[in-house]
């Protein structure tokens, strides 16, 4: 055999029988085009180059609680004093931390704050607590009225110092939209912590704090960088 | 010349003749690989490359709740302003601006190519409690303007059959674009042009992240 009639691909051996084979010279590769950043992608039964490998996110944090409490008139909302934080609603004791009321990862946690001055026996979300990082505040509220035009308004703010997080958003009494989202973002500085609650800044006539459905409402904390 | 004496990159013809070529023996490949890497061309070759994770995902957050006056009278067609003093912008060469120069209100956003989840509220001023309107991401690219569905809704603060609603989408372009948030003209009524209040700064947000 002689070595001139070997051919990979597009590659011959020169004289000294070696054999210079590129990745394009594969049967299974066809890498034409590639530019810097490519990777190399298996499709089609195929390696062919992909566009880009870029860096992946994946959060350094989350937070989320929940109601799970089905029924129950509650208490009022006030614009002042101990009712004033938005809290979930659940019946079962405050140790419980199992996924079916929350989620936590990263260092992030759940509080509950008082209600009419008492602190709550039961699983009862008002709070999250957040360390080094920025975050997006999400919350899904809840408030029980028997008048359409009764309204209450919430508000993201730091707990400790009263800063305003985001912008407010208002829900009304009417039975199908007494359920409103809000936003926020905080900014939370290295060593130190801030916690974080959705405080009535308005209100309208009597909103109370008892659930309507399983699973209504959600206060969140999402680490974006 | 026999054919054992063939290689390629280190790789030599056994006693049946049979070459076991390994990534590593071809020409342009440079390849140490750590489990789950990547085979990435730069510079002329292809060398394994670990694929990195950041906790931190490219962001712009408008929306402070601040009690500012909107700055132009509410028209079908127009963009709507955010209020920041102090806009986050954490999207490497996207930039904010003020189509009519108001101080702190922005109704632009330059974006480089990519996708991004986009979420707005807006709160407008209407004439009447039966006043409306929808709006919904645009994004222009060399004079083209696209639309993003979903729209949200603003209505009246005393209209309580209408709360406020926001628009959501997954914006994908393809090159830089700039990114508003347009007051839809078809079903628009009784939106205030004169004696603006505080509702979008109270109320408004815009939120913007990079997710590819």
């Known amino acids: ?225 | 010349m026999s054919h054992n004496k063939t290689t390629i990159g280190t790789a030599t013809p056994d006693t049946t003749g049979a070459i076991a070529v390994a990534l590593n023996d071809l020409s342009d490949v440079n390849v140490s690989p750590s489990e789950n890497d990547y085979l990435v061309y730069a510079s002329g070759a292809w060398s394994a490359t670990t694929p990195t994770t950041s906790t931190s995902a490219e962001h712009i957050w408008l929306g402070e709740g601040a009690s500012q006056t909107y700055p132009e009278g509410w028209v079908g067609g127009n963009h709507v302003y955010f209020y920041a003093s102090s806009p986050v912008n954490a999207i490497s060469s996207a930039s904010l601006a003020s189509s009519d120069s108001f101080s702190n209100w922005y109704d632009e956003i330059s974006i480089p190519a990519g996708t991004y989840l986009a979420q707005a509220r807006a709160e407008g001023d209407f004439t009447s409690s039966a006043g409306v309107f929808r709006y919904r991401f645009t994004t222009e690219i060399s004079g083209t303007t696209t639309t993003h569905a979903a729209s949200g809704v603003s209505a009246d603060l005393g209209n309580t059959n209408q709360n406020p609603a926001q628009a959501q989408a997954l914006v994908k372009i393809a090159s830089a674009a700039t990114l508003r948030v347009e007051i839809i003209s078809a079903g628009a009524s009784n939106l205030a042009t004169t004696g603006m209040t505080t509702n979008q700064g109270l109320y408004g947000y815009l939120w913007l992240m990079k997710v590819g």
């Open chain 1, 1 to 225: 055999m002689s070595h001139n009639k070997i051919k990979i691909g597009t590659a011959t051996p020169d004289s000294t029988g070696v054999i210079d084979v590129a990745l394009n010279d594969l049967s299974n590769v066809d890498v034409s085009g590639a530019s810097d950043g490519s990777a190399l992608r298996y499709v089609s039964a195929e390696w062919t180059h992909a566009p880009s490998v870029s860096a992946s996110y994946a959060t350094a944090g989350y937070a989320a609680g929940w109601s799970t409490y089905t029924s129950g008139s509650g208490n009022s909302y006030t614009a002042t004093g101990g009712l004033n934080s938005y809290r979930t609603h659940d019946a079962t004791n405050w140790e419980d931390t199992s996924e079916s009321v929350q989620i936590t990862f990263g260092g992030l946690d759940l509080d509950r704050g008082t209600e009419g001055g008492t602190i709550p026996s039961a699983t009862r979300f008002s709070r999250v607590i957040l360390d080094e990082g920025k975050y997006l505040l999400i919350a899904t509220t809840f408030a029980r009225s028997s008048t359409s035009s009764n309204w209450v308004e919430w508000q993201w703010r730091d707990l400790n110092t009263n800063a305003v997080l985001g912008p407010r958003w208002r829900q009304y009494g009417t039975a199908q939209k007494n359920i409103a989202q809000g936003f926020g973002y905080v900014e939370v500085s290295a060593g130190t912590t801030r916690t974080c609650d959705i405080r009535c800044v308005a209100i309208n006539g009597s909103m109370a704090d008892g659930p309507h459905n399983f699973q209504d409402d959600i206060i969140s904390a999402f680490q974006v960088g």
